[in-house]
């Protein structure tokens, strides 16, 4: 299975996540430098977490309730900042 990359808007900055199991049924996915995981949460959709769970990135139209996380525009925060990233499928090596 291919992974995901996040791509900064503001500078093309990238993060990369490689399918990492399951969680509540659907793929789960992990940062590769950081403890964070794109995963289907139950009663949210598809989003970004922390290791407690906090969330901290999705996607901006639509909470995708799909098989896989909706490809197109996530926003994310930061401490007191936001970002906006475009979601691509890739091939994580």
């Known amino acids: 299975m291919d992974g995901l990359k996040f791509v900064r808007?503001?500078?093309?900055?990238t993060y990369e996540f490689a399918p990492d199991g399951s969680a509540h049924g659907y793929p789960s996915f992990k940062r590769v430098d950081l403890d964070l995981w794109c995963r289907r949460l139950?009663?949210?959709?598809?989003?970004?977490v922390t290791a407690s769970g906090a969330v901290?990135?999705?996607?901006?139209?639509d909470a995708g309730h799909g098989d896989r996380p909706p490809?197109?525009?996530?926003?994310?925060?930061?401490?007191?900042r936001s970002y906006v990233?475009?979601?691509?499928?890739?091939?994580?090596?």
Request: glycine share 10%; charged share 30%; aromatic share 10%.
């Open 9 to 13: 808007q503001i500078d093309g900055l």
């Open 42 to 48: 139950p009663d949210v959709g598809w989003c970004v």
């Open 56 to 61: 901290s990135s999705r996607p901006f139209d």
């Open 71 to 80: 490809e197109g525009t996530w926003v994310g925060r930061k401490d007191d």
């Open 85 to 93: 990233y475009d979601l691509v499928r890739a091939h994580i090596s």
